[in-house]
């Protein structure tokens, strides 16, 4: 059974810092890419970025250029996001996906499975 569980959000003042992770299991950990999404009302989840499991490589949407890293530690079979300088519109629910293919051109539509979220609540 493929499992995605995120961790690591809170609630923190504007300018500071979170590091989400994404814990997996339940599948071959390089066939498999990790992407990271968070919620926004009334619309589909919205792609931060990703990495192939299988060779680290990492892409990231423009939402995230800057001030969100991703990283893995393949021995963990696990994902996860730096963010910096968290901003009041960052406050949302945050998820990661996982899809049997590489991290090109991927969107939410492309994940085969997903976990259940982190809440990550910027104050102003």
């Known amino acids: 059974e493929v499992r995605l569980v995120e961790s690591g959000g809170a609630l923190v003042q504007a300018g500071g810092s979170l590091r989400l992770s994404c814990a997996a299991s339940?599948?071959?950990?390089?066939?498999?890419?990790i992407g990271w999404f968070r919620h926004v009302p009334g619309k589909a989840r919205q792609g931060l970025s990703c990495?192939?499991?299988?060779?680290?490589?990492?892409f990231y949407t423009d939402s995230a250029k800057g001030r969100f890293t991703i990283s893995s530690d393949n021995d963990k079979r696990t994902v996860y996001l730096q963010m910096n300088n968290l901003k009041p519109e960052d406050t949302t629910v945050y998820y990661c996906g996982a899809m049997q293919r590489s991290c090109s051109g991927y969107t939410a539509r492309s994940m085969d499975y997903w976990g259940r979220g982190t809440q990550v609540t910027v104050s102003s």
């Open positions: 990495i192939n499991n299988s060779d680290g490589k990492t």
């Open positions: 339940g599948f071959t950990w390089d066939d498999y890419a």
